[in-house]
């Protein structure tokens, strides 16, 4: 049973470009989260959503950032005209029905020069 | 709000040397507590979850315990393999069931 999978692992954006981070949650799992890790913070959440909706949005920043889960393919995180404060690490997690328990992929590390 | 605080930030360790790592919380009503490892350059690894006071779950070297305003995750003789950063999170009933993450402990064991 694959995990979740996130590509690209490492993207490497200069400022005023756009960076499209892609998440394939776990078999069997509609529920998807995507989180923001800095170095010596902890994860931030960013949005929660299922297939079609976004349930929740409330930590992600409201300009540049946008985040969809289509019916069919990967949940992508799109931020627009990156910035050098967008260097970090991007995880996304999956769960079967949104109570339980949060699956993590390997993370999408963004470097904006 | 939620908030979650890890203790010790890091905690260096002698191959066998047993300790625990704390995860004080605040949460308006606990639907579970989650661990996870997290490895440099991975992500988070889980663990385990915990959902009342008084549970304990255990995975060969660990062992995680839960009260009503903390958890603990026991390290017994801890190996070199065991080094990594553990990560605490704290879900409330209600709302969308988002978890809010502690900084984590950053456990290093040397052999």
């Known amino acids: 049973n694959a995990g979740v999978m996130q590509n690209p692992r490492h993207l490497v954006r200069r400022r005023g470009q756009e960076a499209r981070l892609r998440c394939s949650p776990m078999?069997?799992?509609?529920?998807v989260y995507w989180y923001r890790q800095l170095p010596e913070e902890g994860l931030k959440f960013m949005v929660y959503?299922?297939?079609?909706?976004?349930?929740?949005e409330s930590g992600m920043p409201k300009e540049r950032f946008s985040a969809e889960f289509p019916k069919e393919g990967p949940s992508i995180l799109r931020i627009q005209q990156v910035v050098r404060g967008d260097s970090a690490a991007y995880f996304c997690?999956?769960?079967?029905?949104?109570?339980?328990?949060?699956?993590f992929g390997p993370g999408t590390r963004l470097l904006v020069l | 709000e939620d908030q979650v605080t890890q203790s010790p930030e890091a905690l260096r360790l002698q191959e066998g040397e047993s300790s625990s790592l704390n995860c004080s919380y605040t949460?308006?009503?606990?639907?579970?507590l989650f661990w996870y490892r997290q490895d440099p350059g991975k992500g988070p690894e889980f663990l385990f979850t915990?959902?009342?006071a008084g549970e304990e779950k255990e995975k060969e070297r660990l062992k995680a315990t839960l009260t009503k305003k903390e958890s603990f995750l026991h390290i017994t003789a801890p190996k070199p393999e065991d080094s990594a950063t553990y990560l605490c999170?704290?879900?409330?009933?209600?709302?969308?069931?988002?978890?809010?993450f502690g900084r984590g402990t950053s456990l290093i064991v040397h052999p």
């Open positions: 949460v308006s009503g606990l639907r579970g």
């Open positions: 959503l299922q297939k079609e909706n976004i349930i929740d």
């Open positions: 997690a999956s769960s079967p029905q949104g109570k339980e328990t949060q699956y």
């Open positions: 915990l959902y009342s």
């Open positions: 999170a704290v879900q409330a009933s209600g709302g969308s069931y988002i978890p809010t």
């Open positions: 078999k069997g799992h509609s529920h």
